[in-house]
């Protein structure tokens, strides 16, 4: 089994910033993608950016965060970091980290709320 925890959402005012952190634990094996995805109220869960490691290793970010949100690792701490700058309302949503485990298995983080509003 693989544990997910994730900390570092709140309330910040547009142009903030916020850092959200996950630390994954456990069975992690061969690991072919970590990063985060958002859900926002009556919308479907969507990508943020994600680091992939499959035929090397690549970021993505959707287009919407590109410039503003920066994906890190601490590989030793089996850690990711995202870095949410020039925050929007729109950013508003649960976060939610993600690990893909080459041998299949799909792991959720209980999800943090990031909520930017003035």
């Known amino acids: 089994q693989v544990q997910l925890v994730e900390s570092g959402g709140g309330l910040v005012q547009p142009g903030g910033s916020l850092r959200l952190s996950c630390a994954a634990s456990g069975s992690l094996g061969s690991i072919t993608a970590m990063g985060w995805y958002r859900q926002a109220p009556g919308k479907q869960r969507e990508l943020v950016a994600t680091?992939?490691?499959?035929?090397?290793?690549?970021?993505n970010y959707a287009d919407s965060v590109k410039g503003r949100f920066t994906l890190s690792k601490d590989i030793a701490k089996n850690t990711v970091y995202l870095q949410m700058n020039s925050l929007k309302p729109e950013d508003t949503a649960v976060y939610y980290c993600n690990l893909m485990q080459l041998a299949g298995g799909a792991y959720w983080g209980q999800g943090t709320q990031v909520t930017v509003s003035s």
């Open positions: 680091f992939t490691f499959t035929s090397g290793s690549s970021t």
